[in-house]
């Protein structure tokens, strides 16, 4: 079965910290994609990244940069020189590579809720 | 390019209540999802279809609960009659393609169900 650990329930930064948002996840296929979501106060799921199981290159962008490790199924994310927009719950989130029936659905972690304060 | 919309953004309702809510998803794209967003927990899926089919609703509680997406554009889930434990944010999003080929989803803002 598939599965997806955020163990950071919340945290809680001063703005300009950097910050590091874990993720784990349980599979069983060879194949594979990993994604972050945010999701602002305001509700909406915004996305973020999408890795496939074949890229472990890890990946920067502006204040952004994720850190995918398959020796340890983890897939981290994090944000430096935080800032208050920054506030949010943020999703790392599974998806096989096949297709049909349901296969192909996202499998979502609980989201770790970051409070960045001024 | 306009988003997923959904409306209404909040509902309360008194259990027992029937209620919907409508989605219409990026224009173009073919796969539709309907997910269940519980307090403090991610999104679950609870029925995908591609065009005007059904593909998955194996989490979708058949019992009170049924989707339509007639057309194949916007869609509407309907709870009837509502219970306590159907509080929650119902998420829609949408993919383009049915192929495994567009990978990224795309979600609206969600209705947030009240139900007392």
């Known amino acids: 079965a598939q599965k997806v650990t955020q163990a950071q329930t919340e945290i809680s930064v001063v703005e300009k910290e950097d910050v590091t948002l874990d993720c784990v996840y349980e599979t069983r296929d060879t194949t594979y994609y990993l994604f972050w979501y945010k999701q602002p106060p305001s509700g909406e799921l915004v996305f973020l990244i999408r890795?496939?199981?074949?890229?472990?290159q890890n990946e920067i962008s502006g204040r952004y940069s994720w850190n995918f490790q398959k020796s340890t199924s983890s897939f981290n994310f994090t944000i430096t020189a935080s800032q208050v927009v920054d506030s949010a719950v943020y999703f790392c989130?599974?998806?096989?590579?096949?297709?049909?029936?349901?296969?192909?659905?996202?499998?979502f972690g609980k989201g770790t809720k970051l409070s960045v304060k001024p | 390019e306009a988003g997923v919309v959904q409306s209404p953004r909040y509902k309360i309702i008194e259990k027992k209540q029937p209620v919907a809510f409508w989605c219409n998803p990026i224009s173009g794209h073919n796969t539709l999802y309907w997910y269940r967003q519980n307090l403090g927990q991610g999104p679950e899926l609870l029925i995908r279809?591609?065009?005007?089919?059904?593909?998955?609703d194996s989490q979708l509680p058949k019992d009170r609960f049924s989707a339509e997406r007639l057309k194949g554009v916007d869609s509407t889930l309907k709870i009837q009659p509502a219970e306590l434990g159907d509080s929650a944010v119902y998420l829609c999003?949408?993919?383009?393609?049915?192929?495994?080929?567009?990978?990224?989803?795309?979600f609206g803002p969600g209705t947030r169900l009240t139900v007392l």
């Open positions: 989130a599974l998806r096989d590579m096949n297709y049909g029936g349901s296969q192909g659905n996202l499998i």
């Open positions: 890795r496939n199981s074949f890229d472990e």
């Open positions: 999003a949408s993919r383009a393609g049915t192929s495994g080929r567009s990978i990224e989803q795309f």
């Open positions: 279809y591609e065009n005007e089919e059904a593909v998955d």
